[in-house]
T-cell receptor, first 116, second 115 residues
Framework: AQTVTQSQPEMSVQEAETVTLSCTYD???????LFWYKQPPSRQMILVIR??????QNATENRFSVNFQKAAKSFSLKISDSQLGDTAMYFC?????????????FGKGTHLIIQP | DSGVTQTPKHLITATGQRVTLRCSPR?????VYWYQQSLDQGLQFLIQ???????AKGNILERFSAQQFPDLHSELNLSSLELGDSALYFC??????????????FGEGSRLTVL
């Protein structure tokens, strides 16, 4: 079974700073997907960024980028020029389509607080 | 707005009772997933339905059941409720039977409180 670990329960940074959220995972598979989801106080889970394991290039979406280290099984999220609206829970998630259960495996989450 | 609708948004009930949570997926999506989010267990995959058929099972208790109807909406039934069932229950949808693009569209969740 796959596991996802987020070692930072909470982080706090000042607005406009850059912050990096850590995620490690454990799998014996070679082809899979990794995601970062954001859950603001409104509760709705929103996809932030996605990375296919077979792609060596790190994914980027505007201010959000990842550092994907496949050999180290590490998948960190970098938020540049952080904004107050980035305050939320961030979940790292893993998906392998060849498994019996066809759902995402989530980490426990990191509560990110952007201070004004 | 993700296009996924969940009702009710909040529900308070007593131990031993039974509740039904409802989900309408995004227009055109055939897959519905149910997740449970609790403080101690985090986000856990419960079950997936695709076009009316059960597709995959995760950590779903025997007291819980789900179904997907011909109009593609889904219901999650929770029975013999216990205090530990208090959680946020999410529904998510995707177009295909596999998450090939990897993106799930989540509803706002149903907050269940068992007293």
């Amino acid at each position: 079974a796959q596991t996802v670990t987020q070692s930072q329960p909470e982080m706090s940074v000042q607005e406009a700073e850059t912050v990096t959220l850590s995620c490690t995972y454990d799998t014996s598979e070679s082809n899979y997907y990794l995601f970062w989801y954001k859950q603001p106080p409104s509760r709705q889970m929103i996809l932030v960024i996605r990375q296919e394991a077979y792609k060596q290039q790190n994914a980027t979406e505007n201010r959000f980028s990842v550092n994907f280290q496949k050999a180290a099984k590490s998948f960190s999220l970098k938020i540049s020029d952080s904004q107050l609206g980035d305050t939320a829970m961030y979940f790292c998630a893993f998906y392998y389509s060849g498994g019996g259960a066809d759902g995402l495996t989530f980490g426990k989450g990191t509560h990110l607080i952007i201070q004004p | 707005d993700s296009g996924v609708t969940q009702t009710p948004k909040h529900l308070i009930t007593a131990t031993g009772q039974r509740v039904t949570l409802r989900c309408s997926p995004r227009s055109g999506d055939l897959s519905v997933y149910w997740y449970q989010q609790s403080l101690d267990q985090g986000l856990q995959f419960l079950i997936q339905y695709y076009n009316g058929e059960e597709r995959a099972k995760g950590n779903i208790l025997e007291r819980f059941s789900a179904q997907q109807f011909p109009d593609l909406h889904s219901e999650l039934n929770l029975s013999s409720l216990e205090l530990g069932d208090s959680a946020l229950y999410f529904c998510a949808s995707s177009a295909g039977h596999r998450m090939n693009t990897g993106e799930l569209f989540f509803g706002e969740g149903s907050r269940l409180t068992v007293l």
